[in-house]
């Protein structure tokens, strides 16, 4: 048997008909950038998240940079943010000239709220919470902290749409966050996506008016803003998408509750989920200490999987200045860690093969 890693066709293949008419419409519409289809799937999100406004923008990482700038971000200024996550959350805090400053995870890969005091100075002005590979971060403590020091939370939702905490939804834990609508996220454009979901309308305007050149009255440019827009065609696409969120997330929780309670091998070290969240699985995570030897015995029954992320953030090159730094935690994950085969319609048939090959290694 074969097992892909991922695979997007089932899931348009029911929208099929719903995609051709929506991006027909904008077609016929002759209007393709900050229309209707924009409004109506900000509306739409912001309703989805709990929260008051959303912002579409070209991506995620941009989304990040943009709420950063919101929130008053500068040059010299210190963001916290975890040792273990996508290059992405760093990225976005160098990008406007800060510092990332690094905080080890948890064991649910998570940033441990219990190591975040330690690491503020007085340049700290915001903590990024990255909700990774589906599951909310310890927003109560993150929060807590913050409140304390006078710090913004920003929480980078990209792999989170959906996921829940407390009964809350991703989005509306901080004072802001971001999404990415990347293809391969639970929500996905088909092409470049992203946004920023909050319910402080200051942050909202300025992200608004970053996105499109610092301006919100044309040829009027308040801030020195940037090109970052969700065009017409792509926010058409994920009003259909949008719909079918929650059944595409509650599939991905009966895979993973099977590789959960089904997968009984002593060297493999299942995902921790907290009661208090609704994980929606955006990558199901496991480790192994001999990762290489696994990676290759599940290649060699035909199954596929990948590596997030296979370089700790601080040892890569674009981060020379820090590969001095150590933070175990971060480096012993990015040699263990490994994604198991997670994505709507995969059949049970294929789980129960993967399973049966994972307990024979
Ligand atoms: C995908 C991702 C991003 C960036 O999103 P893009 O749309 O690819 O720019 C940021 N943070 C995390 C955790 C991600 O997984």
Known sequence: MKVDFSKFNYMHDELE?????????????????DGKELENFEKKFADYCQTKFCVGCGNGLDGLTLALRAMGVQTGDDVIIP?????????????????PVFVEVKEDYTIDPTKIEEKLTNKTKVIIAVHLYGQCADMDEINKIAKKHNLYVLE?????HGATYKGKKAGSLADAAEFSFYPGKNLGAMGDGGCVVTNNQNIAEEVK????????????????????????????????KLKRLDKWNEYRNRVANRYLNEIKNKKIILPIVS????????????????RKKFQEYLSENGIKTLIHYPTAIHKQKAYSEYNNLSFPIAEKYANEVISLPMYYGITNDEVSYVIDIINKY
């Open 156 to 160: 980078d939702a990209a792999q989170a």
């Open 209 to 240: 008016k970053l996105r499109n050149y610092g301006s919100i009255k044309k040829y009027c440019h308040e801030l020195k803003g940037v090109n970052s827009r969700l065009d017409e065609i792509q926010a058409a696409i994920l009003n259909v």
């Open 83 to 99: 040792s273990h996550t996508f290059i992405a959350t760093a990225l976005a805090v160098s990008n406007i000239g800060a510092r």
């Open 17 to 33: 008909e719903d995609i051709k008419v929506a991006v027909t419409k904008v077609l016929e519409s002759n209007w393709f950038i």
């Open 275 to 290: 009661k208090t969240n609704y994980h929606v699985w955006h990558s199901f995570v496991v480790r192994v200490e001999d």
